[in-house]
């Protein structure tokens, strides 16, 4: 078994400076949370991506639906917007 002390040529190990106390150091402790704030930040943005690609398929999905529905539609009835009680001349009927 290697002594895992002594690493041998062209072997590459990590190395962690602890202090004899146990207790990381400030700049450690630091260093540790400015890399979880940069991970959670990426994770953030990883998702707002995903979020605005399903907008941004949505809304071409409905376009394509829109255009696909608007070449076959009939015309819609007029609305009347005459009070009520009183014809506007678009609803007579002459006949």
């Known amino acids: 078994m290697p002594n895992r002390l002594h690493p041998q040529p062209g072997e590459q190990m990590a190395v962690f400076f602890v202090p004899k106390g146990g207790k990381m150091s400030f700049e450690t402790i630091s260093l540790l949370l400015n890399w979880v704030q940069l991970g959670v930040l990426l994770a953030i943005l990883f998702r707002l991506h995903h979020t605005f690609d399903l907008i941004a398929n949505t809304q071409r999905e409905l ?33």
Do not use: F, K, M
């Open 63 to 95: 376009r394509r639906a829109i255009h696909h529905l608007g070449g076959a539609r009939t015309a819609e009835p007029r609305i009347d917007t005459a009070p009520v009680g009183q014809r506007s001349p678009q609803n007579c009927w002459i006949g």
